[in-house]
């Protein structure tokens, strides 16, 4: 049963920190202001009018039997000791009492006024209005064929002004409110900074010195996570700087053994020999590229659909057919996500005939789908395509150029973007390619 209330909860409640944190502060103080509300309202307030109206309907009854009385010096007398000592206004008057109904519906004061006035004269014999002045209540009493009228002041009854305690409950836990909003916005900025960083990051982004704020919890984490990136990043800093040493460092051995091989006099065997020193020249050429475009490249808003039209004119090929039919724009490296595109979009065209592109968006993923007609990949080499320098058999006896660092490069881009890349048999017969982006 818990089990249900709380999946209940779950989906009613905000899932972001601040709100969460904000119900937990404001809702305590509501309840506790509306069990203060209630409590004074029904055991403070009701009551007390109550013994108020109840001793003031007994004094009218005075009043209204002294006048059945016949000692009219004593009639005087009382009424002038009334005017003075409760400030009433007393008027005895030769007229009917009023036939319209002035008592409000929902007004507890109206409700006992009503009460008692009725248990003490009977049904018919009472009229009282409490509206028609804002401090005064009216009433009138029959007696004797004659009408008493009596106005007296509204905080005989009324113990104190509802509005007033209402407004003095409600302004204290506003400002309780006001200050929890205030230092819960501070308290989880710091984490929504981490949070967002860290996704930067994540995106393969460079993160520039997050300034830890914040509770002390917080900015630990948000110091480690500055000085995780650091390392990370110096580590792959290092790692590409090192391997583009090395391929850097090999050309020119490979340089100096094609020299020696153009003077060799073996011609056959010195074709074949510099048929592979040149393979092994594109290599790292490829390779040294590739590591020049992992400069850090900042990223921007990129808008997809362009970058597609950009390719295509560029391609200018006829077999390439472009499908649109969605507007996007995505933040990351315009470049880097050109070159891992073009990679693909080559391997089609260099191993099919067509190559058709598709774009497509989901909740908060771009899907782009490449697909080609052509022999398409074995299922068991899906994994193997994606390691640099490997090519299929066949692709190495079509003798086309390629060292077979295109794929990799892209899905190496497509990672470093926080999306993933996957192979799979094409409509098309061929190869598709999914590509899925985080917008
Ligand atoms: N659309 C495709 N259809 C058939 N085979 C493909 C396709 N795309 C890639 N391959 C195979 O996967 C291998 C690796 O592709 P990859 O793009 O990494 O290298 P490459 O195209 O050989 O060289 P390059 O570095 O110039 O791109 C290719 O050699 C090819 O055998
Ligand atoms: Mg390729």
Request: aromatic residues 10%; charged residues 25%.
């Amino acid at each position: 049963m818990f089990f249900g209330l709380n999946n209940i909860l779950k989906k009613i409640l905000p899932t972001g920190l601040f709100y969460r944190s904000l119900i937990i502060v404001v809702a305590p103080t509501i309840f506790l202001q509306i069990i203060t509300t209630v409590v004074f309202f029904d055991s403070i307030w009701i009551k007390a009018n109550k013994g108020l109206t109840k001793s003031l309907v007994g004094e009218l009854k005075t009043l209204s039997d002294i006048y059945t009385g016949k000692d009219l010096s004593q009639i005087s007398y009382l009424t002038e000791q009334f005017k003075f000592n409760f400030n009433y206004v007393i008027n005895i008057k030769d007229e009917k009492l009023p036939t319209t109904v002035s008592e409000r519906k929902y007004s507890p004061m109206d409700r006992s006024l009503r009460r008692e006035l009725k248990s003490v004269f009977g049904s018919s014999n009472y009229w009282f209005d409490t509206i028609k002045y804002e401090e005064v209540v009216e009433i009138k009493v029959k007696s004797n064929d004659k009408i008493i009228q009596i106005l007296f002041p509204r905080e005989r009854i009324a113990p104190s002004s509802v509005r007033l305690f209402i407004f003095w409950i409600t302004l204290p836990s506003l400002l309780l409110i006001s200050i929890a909003i205030i230092f819960l916005k501070n308290q989880t900025k710091p984490i929504i900074n981490l949070a967002k960083a860290a996704e930067k990051f994540g995106k393969g982004d460079f993160v520039s010195g997050i300034r830890p704020s914040g509770a002390s919890e917080v900015r630990k984490a948000a110091y480690e996570f500055g000085k995780m990136a650091k390392r990370i990043d110096r580590h792959l800093k290092q790692r590409s700087e090192m391997l583009s040493g090395i391929s850097h460092d090999l050309r020119t051995p490979l340089t100096r053994l094609k020299l020696q091989l153009a003077m060799l006099n073996q011609k056959d065997l010195s074709v074949k020999m510099s048929k592979d020193i040149d393979e092994m020249e594109s290599m790292l050429n490829s390779y040294l590229q590739f590591a020049k475009s992992q400069v850090q490249e900042v990223s921007v808003a990129t808008n997809i659909n362009k970058l597609f039209n950009e390719i295509a004119s560029e391609k200018n090929n006829k077999n390439f057919h472009l499908e649109l039919p969605v507007q996007i724009v995505l933040v990351g490296r315009k470049n880097a996500l050109k070159r891992c595109f073009n990679n693909i979009i080559e391997n089609g065209l260099n191993y099919a005939k067509n190559v058709y592109v598709r774009i497509s968006k989901s909740t908060n993923k771009l899907n782009v789908y490449i697909n080609d007609d052509g022999p398409g990949i074995p299922l068991n080499q899906y994994k193997n395509v994606f390691k640099p320098f490997y090519r299929l058999d066949e692709s190495r006896n079509l003798n086309l150029a390629g060292v077979g660092l295109g794929m990799s490069i892209a899905e190496d881009i497509v990672k470093s973007h926080g999306g993933n890349i996957e192979l799979s048999e094409s409509n098309y017969d061929g190869l598709q390619v999914k590509i899925s982006l985080p917008l």
